[in-house]
Structure formats: C-alpha cells, structure tokens
C-alpha cells in the first residue's frame, strides 16, 4: 500500500447541514484508528476549497481528500487543474461522501458510510479519469471552470439553481431535487439553440441538455447513462421541447437511463460542445451554479487520478 503520510484532508463544514462538521471528530478518530496520517484544514467561503487544494500541493501533499458533497470535491479537482507545481495526475484525490446529493461516489462506488470510504482510501486504488473544461458567462464576464461529473444546460440547471438556493430547508437531496424538478416546469420554456459537436452544427430546440463524463446526477439520476468515464469524450442528452405531463410521466425513467429512448431525446458524443441560445440560458457543473450560455465544453483526457471502491 502507497505510504499516506502527505495526505491533505479538506472538509466543508455546512455538507450535509452542518454533519460534516459535526461529525469530523468522529471521522479523524477513524482515520487515525486506520493507520493513516494526515493534516487538515475547514472551508469557510465559495471556492476556499480549490485554494486549500492548490496550497496543499505547494506544501508538498500528494494525496488531498474532499470531506464534502460534490461540490467540495469539485473545488478540489480544480484545485489539482489549475495549479502548475506538478503534473496533475501526480495528485491522488479522495472523498469522504456527505453531501446532499453525492453523486460521484456512486460511479466512483465509494460507500455511503464513513468506515467503508476510509477503507477505500487505505487501499488506495487509483482510477484515471477525465474532466470537462467549459467556458460561460457570468454576469457578463467569460468564465472558466473545471468538472468531473456531470454539466447540465437549461431546465436541468434551473432545477439545481432553485435547489442550491433552498439548501438549508429540512428536505433531503433527492427530493429537494424532484421538488424543484415540479414546480420548475411551470415557469421554464424551451429555447432555439445551436449545437457545435466537433465541428458539426446541430440547430435544435433545447428543453435540457446534459454533458456527462459520468453517469449520475440529481441524487441518483442517469440522465447520461452510456457515460464511461476514461474515454476522452462527453456523452451528451438533449431533451428538445417537450410537453410538462410527457416530463412528469418520465421522471421515473431518469433513474434507469431509459428516458433517452424517447423521441425527443438525442444523444451525442464529442470532445468538445459549443452552445448557442437564442436567450441567455443558465447552466451548472457538478451540482453548482455558474453561468450561462454562450457555452464551450473542452475534454481533458485522464488527467485525475480519483480514489475509487472498485
């Protein structure tokens, strides 16, 4: 086993309500119970995660892990991306899954239980992945942000927008999410929108559109469900226009994937997606909110080395 005395753990004391924090004192004994060394610090504002990262790999850590949601382990991969002290994949990176939704350690099979991630982690079984680079527009100012699961345009990140928003009501991830998923369809339309797939033009009406490297996302959602997450390209869905009773009587079929055999679902691959909107159209990755549209999506192929259960 690979020695994990420059191991970095990051936590975002407000997962999961507020359990992350509480809970750390009982996390850190089980780390220490494992064997395994470790210095730590606590987020405490938007993006102080990716600067942690990015200062724990100037001090010399090779092995950094999120105590979060997807969110903090988001921060984390951008952290290891954006530095230039070393090559990313020099970076092992790890979660601690307590967030609402925590959908990458469903394709990274990391338990839901503490003791099962640590074990994880001690075993140290590194899985090369890719990330996604987009560029959007936030307040009128290009952007740039990396992603290492999902990126969802239209209905998808209006649906995330009102649930990040709602994070400290009593509801659970999932049905924060289908609560919003409801009550969104009566004020969100479709909008015309062009689509540049490697090159190739693609005008479309666009309900919702998903840019996956993995699968899963809304709590357990497959809404890319072909994604393999080692294979230098995106899997995209477009949902184009489609009525409000036609997406309540499929919600069920997200879960499954089998939504996308529906006639008003595309599916593409590529390496790198620009998007058009007639109107400006919000977007997010990883369960954040960024941006919107005009969109440019980028591939980088297997440059995270991710700590997995497999």
Known sequence: MADNSDMFIIINPTAGKGRAKRDWPVVSYMFEKAGISFSFGYTFYHLHAKELAINAIQ??????????????????????????????????LGMIPVGSGNDSRRMLNIPDNYQ???????????FLQDAGKVNYFNNGK?????????????????VVNKK??????????????????????????AVNAELTLDGTECKTSLFSVNVGICKYSGGG???????I???????????????????????????????????KVKTYRCKKLIVHTN???LMEADGESLGSTPLTF???????????GF
Do not use: W
């Open 221 to 227: 959602m497959m809404q890319v469900p072909e994604a």
């Open 59 to 92: 001090d010399g850590y090779r092995t950094l892990i999120a105590v979060g949601g997807d969110g903090t382990l988001n921060e984390l991969a951008n952290g290891i991306l954006e530095q230039n002290l070393c090559p990313s994949t020099d970076v092992a």
């Open 116 to 126: 099962g991630a640590i074990d994880c982690i001690k075993r140290r079984k590194l």
């Open 142 to 158: 290009e952007e740039v942000r990396y992603f290492i699961n999902i990126a969802g345009i239209g209905f998808d990140a209006k």
């Open 279 to 281: 109107i400006p159209v």
């Open 164 to 189: 990040n928003s709602q994070k400290g009501n009593n509801k659970a991830g999932k049905f924060l999410y289908l609560y919003n998923l409801f009550t969104s369809l009566f004020s969100f339309h």
């Open 229 to 263: 997450a080692d294979d230098g390209l995106f899997d995209i869905t477009v949902i184009q226009k489609i009525g409000k009773i036609e997406v309540i009587r499929n919600v069920k079929n997200l879960y499954d994937g089998s939504f996308i055999k529906h006639p």
């Open 298 to 308: 980028e591939i980088i192929p297997r440059c995270l080395n991710i700590i997995t």
